[in-house]
């Protein structure tokens, strides 16, 4: 079964590969939503993004203003997901998780020391890719969802943080349409049950520990939401009260 998981990105390559080749009708752009576009949320016309939250934690996925972000392809959206899902701050934000399961001892089959560490980081490094790939170019292609975060950008602090927190649950298509986030929800859904019954401890193989992985995964995504919401708008008053300080 590890074998066969490992060569899913693969297979799916190759399947997003030949879709893209595919003849495909004129694309749609998103219908406008309110905000403004940034140069560190959408630096080029397809909407991708070389920003980093706090300027460390890949923000590839997040547009500011959808006017001028056309829809994905499916290979696209699997170019986005791996460059967020491989990026080298993942694995140290993985190892933060880590150690804080260790410390808590969550899962005791995989039992402490260096062994217990390596077995626990394996486990959130294959729960976070796999729950990002499922989410956005597998579930997000077959239902023609768009996986990109687009940042509402005005209105009250309470306006704002709602809209990001509701992300988790309402997305919109590729051709901007206003969608239940089927992918978000589902694919979570899917991820946590094939990682919980196929490589974690075999005594937390359970439809329990499944909701717990399928939770937590909402919850990182939910916050994640809303760091990105709030983001551009502290990267543009440090930028500010960096140039007022150099000034000086």
């Known amino acids: 079964m590890r074998k066969l998981c490992g060569c899913l990105p693969w297979l799916l390559v190759a399947l997003l590969r030949a879709q893209d080749q595919a003849p495909a009708g004129p694309a749609q752009a998103p219908a406008q939503e309110s905000g403004t576009i940034s140069n560190s949320a959408n630096n080029s016309q397809n909407g991708r993004s070389n920003d980093r939250l706090f300027y460390t934690l890949p923000n590839f996925l997040t547009v500011e203003g959808a006017d001028s972000a056309p829809p994905l392809t499916p290979w696209e959206k699997f170019k ?13 934000w993985y190892g933060v998780q880590t150690g804080i399961a260790q ?48 940042q509402l950008g005005k209105g009250g602090f309470l306006r704002r943080t709602g809209y990001a927190m509701s992300r ?11 969608q239940v986030n089927v992918s978000e ?27 717990s992985v399928w939770g937590s995964q909402m919850l990182y995504d939910a916050i994640g939401y809303l760091a990105k919401e709030f983001w551009p708008d502290i990267h543009r008053k440090l930028h500010r009260k960096s140039e007022t300080a150099q000034a000086r």
């Open 185 to 211: 929800i589902f694919g979570s859904a899917a991820a946590a049950g094939i990682s919980t019954y196929t490589y974690h401890p075999r005594d937390d193989r359970n439809v329990r520990n499944a909701a």
């Open 103 to 150: 410390a808590k001892n969550e899962e005791p089959g995989y039992g402490q020391g260096m062994k217990g560490f390596g077995e626990r980081f394996g486990e959130r490094f294959a729960d976070g890719a796999l729950q990002n790939f499922m989410t956005h170019p597998i579930f997000g292609s077959i239902l023609h969802q768009d996986p990109r975060y687009y």
């Open 80 to 92: 986005l997901t791996s460059r967020d899902a491989f990026d080298p701050v993942e694995f140290l």
């Open 168 to 178: 988790v649950l309402i997305t919109r298509s590729d051709s901007g349409a206003r």
